[in-house]
């Protein structure tokens, strides 16, 4: 295998990492006692990627699915520049 290929290979999965989007539910668990699951009013908070601080937190649009607010989650999350979102209890 060539040098090059070895790189575009490395390129392409280094992408792929950073296009995953994880949300911990560790927190709202701990509250609740229970998975977020079901409809309702869903917030999470992001960690800004470069300071490693808390950004404020955000509100999913009203009577989402948990499903459907991570997914709305994602698509902040990637406009403010984070990976990672956390469900707030």
Do not use: C
């Amino acid at each position: 295998m060539k040098k090059s290929e070895l790189r575009q290979i490395i390129r392409e999965e280094i992408e792929k990492l950073s296009e995953r989007f994880y949300v911990d539910d560790f927190d709202y668990r701990a509250s609740h006692g229970k998975a977020p699951k079901g409809r309702g009013s869903w917030a999470f908070t992001f960690e800004h990627p470069s300071s490693r601080k808390y950004l404020d937190p955000w509100f999913a649009p009203s009577n989402l699915t948990y499903a459907d607010a991570k997914k709305a989650a994602a698509k902040e999350a990637k406009k403010r520049g984070a990976y990672q979102a956390w469900a707030l209890g």
